[in-house]
């Protein structure tokens, strides 16, 4: 019994009986939409202080860490969802391998991605691809390379059309604002 109050989150495996362990979400297709609602709840968050409208849940043994993109408030190139989510969980938890469930409604970037798989996260869960910049398949697989240490496993698509309609709708309104004020 020893080893199991030792071991890592990436060793635990998440047993049933062991304590704080417990799921918030559960792993089924229906957990993985209450998260990825609790991460689109979050995007409004970012959307209304000006940022792009992403948002990440961190599940992780037993606890919730929320976050959003924060770039233009805070200013900084790499405050996004997924970065400050892992930043704060680690701070809280007290260590850099946390584990844990990361619900996220667009696909992670090579920045995130790196982060995701050095924070040994399990698995994420994302909305919409991102055909641009995407790091968990759609452009580069960083999640699922063989030359990174730890694979993280992925599911992507889940409530794809209304995160994608999120960012889209807040990218109509930026233009339409932009073309206003320079007109």
Same mark, same amino acid.
């Given at each position: 019994?020893?080893?199991?109050?030792?071991?890592?989150?990436?060793? $635990?495996e998440g047993c049933p009986f062991e304590p704080g362990r417990e799921q918030i979400f559960p792993s089924?297709?229906?957990?993985?939409?209450?998260?990825?609602?609790?991460?689109?709840?979050?995007?409004?968050?970012a959307q209304a202080t000006g940022d792009v409208p992403i948002g990440a849940v961190l599940a992780v043994? $037993?606890?919730?860490?929320?976050?959003?993109?924060?770039?233009?408030?805070?200013?900084?190139?790499?405050?996004?969802?997924?970065?400050?989510?892992?930043?704060?969980?680690?701070?809280?938890?007290?260590?850099?391998?946390?584990?844990?469930?990361?619900?996220?409604?667009?696909?992670?970037?090579?920045?995130?991605?790196?982060?995701?798989?050095?924070?040994?996260?399990?698995?994420?869960?994302?909305?919409?691809?991102?055909?641009?910049?995407?790091?968990?398949?759609?452009?580069?697989?960083?999640?699922?390379?063989?030359?990174?240490?730890?694979?993280?496993?992925?599911?992507?698509?889940?409530?794809?059309?209304?995160?994608?309609?999120?960012?889209?709708?807040?990218?109509?309104?930026?233009?339409?604002?932009?073309?206003?004020?320079?007109?």
């Amino acid at each position: 019994m020893a080893q199991l109050d030792s071991a890592s989150p990436s060793e $635990g495996e998440g047993c049933p009986f062991e304590p704080g362990r417990e799921q918030i979400f559960p792993s089924t297709p229906e957990g993985d939409e209450l998260g990825m609602r609790a991460a689109m709840v979050l995007a409004e968050r970012a959307q209304a202080t000006g940022d792009v409208p992403i948002g990440a849940v961190l599940a992780v043994d $037993g606890r919730r860490f929320d976050a959003w993109n924060e770039k233009e408030a805070r200013p900084d190139p790499t405050a996004h969802a997924e970065m400050i989510a892992i930043a704060a969980a680690a701070r809280a938890l007290g260590r850099w391998r946390i584990g844990g469930i990361l619900y996220v409604t667009k696909e992670p970037c090579a920045m995130c991605a790196g982060a995701i798989a050095a924070a040994r996260i399990e698995r994420v869960v994302f909305g919409c691809h991102d055909p641009k910049g995407g790091a968990a398949g759609s452009v580069v697989d960083i999640l699922g390379s063989d030359v990174v240490n730890h694979r993280v496993a992925v599911t992507g698509g889940v409530l794809a059309d209304e995160t994608a309609e999120q960012l889209r709708a807040f990218f109509v309104a930026k233009r339409r604002l932009e073309r206003w004020s320079s007109g």
